[in-house]
């Protein structure tokens, strides 16, 4: 397996584990309706207390390095997309894991999104 | 009525909340990218060395525009679902994609423009859908 893809991979699964954690930990934290950013920057005490949202912004540094590296050998038009190929994985974690109703269309749009995905690295 | 005039305005919020989410995501990966042009091959283990690259200007915007997006996706995953998140925020794969060929140069081959249109057709429709479908906390939900 070529660097380029073992970063790939490495980015794809952080970011899993990062996207899935976050939303667990905000479901906890609760809605935000006040979009300032003096009010946003009062969610990073709350990563802090929260252990779903301190062990997301982990694998988000893990992906973000990772990511910097690949960006270092391949084009962003590939990177981007390339890292979003866990598109499927992410949407049955969703599922099983933060219990979300995933009905037929949204199936469809995370199949789409994936297949869109895909063909934005050739 | 309020009720309803309550959800809709809810609905207009998480809409530019993703927009906005959107917007940080493209700028702040093409703003990286346009660094590690300017530095070159990174692989590394030691963390000094991705440090070191926070002196380019370009990486610094990227980080603190990527810094903005993270609280944004964070306060759009209060208030919606990471099965809407995902599929919504994907268009910004398109603006890369499309940003890349004109701002970089790189190579748009058929399959990629294919693709771009099957990605905006996957976030049309997940954006059709209610933002939210879970109420309460996980553990209360098993």
């Not at chain 1, 709350?46 to 391949?74: C, K, P, Q, V, W």
């Amino acid at each position: 397996m070529s660097l380029k893809w073992g970063l790939v991979i490495l980015v794809a699964i952080c970011n899993t584990a990062g996207d899935v954690l976050n939303a667990d930990g905000m479901r906890h934290y609760g809605e935000i309706s006040d979009f300032r950013p003096a009010s946003l920057l009062r969610i990073l005490p709350g990563i802090l207390h929260n252990r779903y949202l301190l062990g997301g912004f982990a694998a988000m540094t893990i992906s973000f390095l990772a990511f910097l590296s690949l960006l270092s050998i391949a084009n962003v038009s590939f990177a981007v997309p390339a890292t979003a190929s866990s598109y499927l994985f992410e949407t049955i974690l969703a599922k099983y894991f933060l219990k979300e109703d995933v009905g037929a269309r949204r199936w469809i749009a995370a199949v789409l999104v994936a297949i869109g995905v895909t063909l934005l690295e050739f | 009525m309020q009720n309803v005039s309550t959800q809709s305005q809810s609905r207009r919020k998480t809409a530019a909340l993703a927009c906005a989410v959107v917007a940080a995501n493209v700028f702040g990966n093409l703003f990286l990218s346009h660094g590690m042009k300017d530095i070159g091959r990174l692989i590394s283990g030691d963390p000094l060395a991705y440090l070191r690259t926070f002196a380019n200007p370009w990486i610094l915007v990227g980080v603190a525009t990527l810094f903005g997006w993270m609280l944004l996706d964070l306060a759009l995953l209060s208030r919606a679902d990471l099965t809407f998140v995902l599929p919504v925020t994907a268009s910004a794969y398109v603006l890369i994609a499309v940003a890349g060929h004109y701002w970089f140069g790189e190579a748009a081959s058929v399959s990629r423009w294919i693709g771009i249109a099957i990605i905006t057709l996957g976030a049309t429709l997940a954006a059709e859908t209610p933002p939210k479908t879970t109420e309460g906390l996980p553990e209360d939900l098993l």
